[in-house]
C-alpha cells in the first residue's frame, strides 16, 4: 500500500452514475453510448486514470486537478445529452493505491 504522490495535496476522484439506466429500452445499446462518449472525453481531457466503465452503469476516472474533474463531468453530461442523463460526484484528497495493475479497482483513500 502506497500514496501515489507524497508531494500533492489531492487529487480529484469520480463516480458517474448513469441515471434510470435499468428502465432504458436497449440497455447494451446504452452502454456502447456512454462508453463512446467516455472515450471522446478521454482524447480531450487529460486524466491520471480515463473515464472508465467499471460495474454496471458506473464509470470511474481520477485528475491531477479539481477544474479538471468538474470540466470532464460537465463534458460527459454534454456529450450525453438526450441519451441518458448522469450523477456525479467528485471527491478530493489523498489515494492509496493497493494493487496498481487493478486500477481505479485497487485504489482506497479519502479521494474516494
Known amino acids: 500500500m502506497w500514496l ?8 480529484a476522484a469520480v463516480l ?11 440497455r447494451a445499446a446504452l452502454q456502447e453510448q456512454v462508453a463512446e462518449a467516455a472515450a471522446v472525453l478521454n482524447v480531450r481531457i487529460p486524466s491520471l486514470d480515463p473515464m472508465t466503465s467499471t460495474v454496471g452503469d458506473e464509470l470511474q476516472a481520477t485528475y491531477a486537478d479539481l477544474f479538471v474533474a468538474i470540466r470532464a463531468v460537465s463534458e460527459l453530461r454534454l456529450e450525453l445529452a438526450g441519451v441518458v442523463g448522469i ?3 467528485i471527491g ?13 479497482f485497487g485504489q482506497d483513500g479519502p479521494a474516494w
Do not use: F, Q
Open 92 to 104: 478530493w484528497g489523498d489515494i492509496v493505491m493497493h494493487d496498481a495493475e487493478r486500477s481505479p
Open 16 to 26: 458517474v452514475d448513469i441515471v434510470d439506466s435499468r428502465h432504458h429500452g436497449d
Open 4 to 11: 501515489v504522490d507524497e508531494t500533492r495535496c489531492g487529487y
Open 87 to 89: 450523477r456525479a460526484g
